[in-house]
């Protein structure tokens, strides 16, 4: 190992190159000081340049930082990710076919570190099957340009499947806490682990160069082994940053770092709004004793609710980056997490989502269509991703798919037990196509997976094959508040109901009780816990 400057880091990347850096969301163990490195010398020599650059999860602050630093002319040609939500300027790079874009899911880029690691035919999962990442439709692509086919349909005893094709990695850029004098990484202060092990072992099983930025430095022999995080075998070069912060937003939380837990009533707590409104009714879908993940979006507001609620000792939140148990965040740490049991590696989580252990799932949706299939992923021009949503959504046993009915611009009046429109969102979300398919409802129900729909003032689930209106709030008027703002009639149950009149108030709703009414739903097989 080889201690260098963020600068000489900088100078080992060559045009051309595959870049992959780590990290999630909104700077949890991304490699910032490197990442600026880069971008300087490529403003001003003009290089490195035509590089592809891979993320597993979305990096950045939605402005300059993360994967946005590589956003200049002519510094990449290709991008591969799950999600480019975090990067507007990458959007904007693919929308208009500057670079070609690929998205597709954390689970499958997670792990498939680990088969190029061993050197392996690439990720073989049923995965993506019937989604736009499915080659049958997108394969993943977001801009014409991605001409490649990185994904393959594939026949094995008579079942369908999908592999991912391995690349080779010329350069990683990975982040820990501490490195010492041999080059063994420790990750004590990070807020996530990610896939840094398999990365590194891929990176070397490729031939290319492990460099990995930290805190700051020890003596050798003085790490304990068991905190090794990244063996110093598989580590070339190690760059210190002493003003490294363990998110953008946050300096440091030893609780995101797992080192105390914090009172329940120091956990961030949603403003009486639409997002909390939905966070209610979906939480009133928990399981006592469910193994639940929460995605990205409104969904990772029922972590603050079952807080609020004193229900979190009822439950088993986890997300995606290895959390099990605790409160997931929301806002610009969301993908970190307080007052958890555990925390592991990135794709031994989705290894067990992909394997069924989720009981239920909460994510976000953003468009719908009659048959219930669900769209996240793009909206025109407009490129996010998937992250985690098609692990998780193909292979939970029951889903719970939140968000407000309409978008942009959307205000309610309510506090009183009822619920009223005030302004109506400019955008339906109900829609008769959507544009690509993250969710595909027929398959799940081929495979016994069941969903429901919340928003602020409906509920709907999937009967026949057809998206079913089952609960309305009280003060809403189905024609003039729900079916005049979808493209499409859904059916109505015959046993409609209304939303709880407590949905609407500003004071804690008991949740505990409907927790508790759910108890005998815990034996049935679809939401099974195996406990």
């Known amino acids: 190992m080889k201690l260098i400057t963020a600068e000489e880091a900088a100078q080992l990347v060559r045009d051309g190159d595959n870049v992959l850096v780590s990290g999630s969301g909104g700077g949890h163990a991304i490699p910032e000081l490197v990442l600026e490195a880069i971008e300087a010398r490529h403003l001003q020599e003009g290089s ?42 990458l959007i904007d790079l693919a929308a208009a076919d500057k670079i070609e874009s690929y998205t597709l899911p954390q689970g499958v880029l997670s792990q498939l570190m680990r088969d190029m690691a061993a050197g392996r035919p690439g990720l073989i999962t049923k995965t993506g099957l019937h989604t736009f990442i499915d080659p049958r439709q997108a394969g993943g692509r977001q801009s014409p340009s991605a001409k490649e086919d990185l994904v393959e349909l594939m026949t094995i005893d008579g079942e369908e499947y999908l592999r991912f094709k391995p690349f080779p990695l010329d350069i990683v850029f990975l982040r820990g806490s501490t490195a010492d004098e041999d080059g063994n990484i420790s990750m004590e202060h990070e807020a996530i682990f990610g896939e840094m092990l398999s990365t590194a072992q891929a990176a070397r099983r490729s031939g290319g160069i492990v460099v990995v930025q930290v805190k700051r430095m020890a003596k050798r022999g003085t790490l304990p082994a068991k905190t090794v995080k990244i063996p110093g075998i598989l580590v070339d070069y190690v760059v210190v940053d002493p003003a490294q912060k363990q998110t953008y937003a946050t300096e440091y939380s030893p609780s995101y770092a797992g080192e105390l837990r ?62 099990i148990g605790g409160a997931p965040l ?29 009981d239920i799932a909460f ?33 939970a046993k029951h889903m719970v798919f939140s968000g407000t009915f309409t978008s942009g611009g959307l205000e309610l009046k309510t506090g009183d037990g009822t619920l009223a429109i005030a302004q109506e969102g400019r955008h339906k979300k109900f829609v008769n196509n959507i544009e690509q398919i993250c969710y595909n409802a027929d398959f799940a129900r081929e495979q016994g997976r069941t969903a429901l729909f919340v928003t602020e003032r409906a509920v709907f689930n999937v009967v026949e094959g057809r998206l079913q209106l089952i609960e309305v709030a009280p003060g809403i008027d189905i024609e003039r508040d729900i079916l005049a703002h979808m493209a499409f009639e859904p059916s109505i149950s015959p046993n409609l109901k209304q939303m709880h009149a407590r949905l609407f108030r500003s004071e804690p709703m008991n949740l505990i009780s409907d927790i508790e009414a759910n108890r005998a739903r815990a034996a049935q097989p679809a939401l099974r816990t195996g406990t």
């Open 262 to 323: 914090v009172p329940l009533h120091a956990l961030r707590r949603l403003p009486f709004d639409h997002r909390k409104i939905v966070a209610r009714r979906a939480a009133m879908e928990i399981v006592p004793g469910a193994i639940c993940n929460l995605g990205a979006g409104i969904s990772t507001g029922i972590s603050a609710v079952a807080s609020e609620e004193a229900v979190l000792d009822n439950i088993i939140l986890t997300n995606e980056q290895g959390f």
């Open 330 to 358: 929301t806002g610009p740490d969301s993908g970190a997490s307080q007052n958890y049991d555990a925390i592991i590696d990135q794709p031994y989580q989705f290894d067990f989502y992909d394997g069924g252990g989720l």
């Open 363 to 395: 994510l976000s949706f953003a468009e719908v269509d009659p048959r219930g299939n669900v769209n996240i992923s793009r909206f025109g021009s407009k490129i996010v991703g998937v992250g985690g949503f098609i692990n998780i959504s193909q292979n």
């Open 48 to 89: 490195p340049k035509a590089l592809t650059l891979i993320h597993v999860v979305g990096l950045g602050d939605r402005a300059a930082k993360g994967a946005a630093r590589f956003a200049h002319a002519g510094m990449l040609k290709r991008s591969i990710t799950s999600a480019l939500i975090d990067s507007p300027v």
